[in-house]
Nanobody, 126 residues
Framework: QVQLVESGGGLVQAGGSLRLSCASS????????MGWFRQTPGKEREFVAT????????YYADSVKGRFTISRDNAKNTVYLQMNSLKPEDTAVYYC???????????????????WGQGTQVTVSS
């Protein structure tokens, strides 16, 4: 079955950086668009970034544009989220996700993703 495992979260001061990783198994990774989302208590899960299966096109939420970079290494079946200039409002549990079908477009809606990791906590102190 499909498994997505996030890592790299932690506690960082405002202005600092973290790199999240999401290792996948059970799917042909190079054919799947991947996404990153985040969620804070009492709020809905929100879109952060997505990268096309081919790796050539990315899309970001306005709140992270210019600070976060999504990338992928198809040889390692891993997608990354490099987070720079972190702010306290970036504090959340971060999830990676994959849609049900291969060769899909760039999706921003949580309802369009079928496979989710367990999440990794990112805490940014002021």
């Amino acid at each position: 079955q499909v498994q997505l495992v996030e890592s790299g979260g932690g506690l960082v001061q405002a202005g600092g950086s973290l790199r999240l990783s999401c290792a996948s198994s059970g799917l042909t990774f190079s054919t799947y668009t991947m996404g990153w989302f985040r969620q804070t208590p009492g709020k809905e899960r929100e879109f952060v970034a997505t990268i096309l299966w081919s790796g050539g096109i990315t899309y970001y939420a306005d709140s992270v544009k210019g600070r976060f970079t999504i990338s992928r290494d198809n040889a390692k079946n891993t997608v990354y989220l490099q987070m720079n200039s972190l702010k306290p409002e970036d504090t959340a549990v971060y999830y990676c996700a994959a849609p049900k079908r291969a060769y899909s477009g760039l999706y921003t809606g949580t309802n369009l993703y079928d496979y989710w990791g367990q999440g990794t906590q990112v805490t940014v102190s002021s």
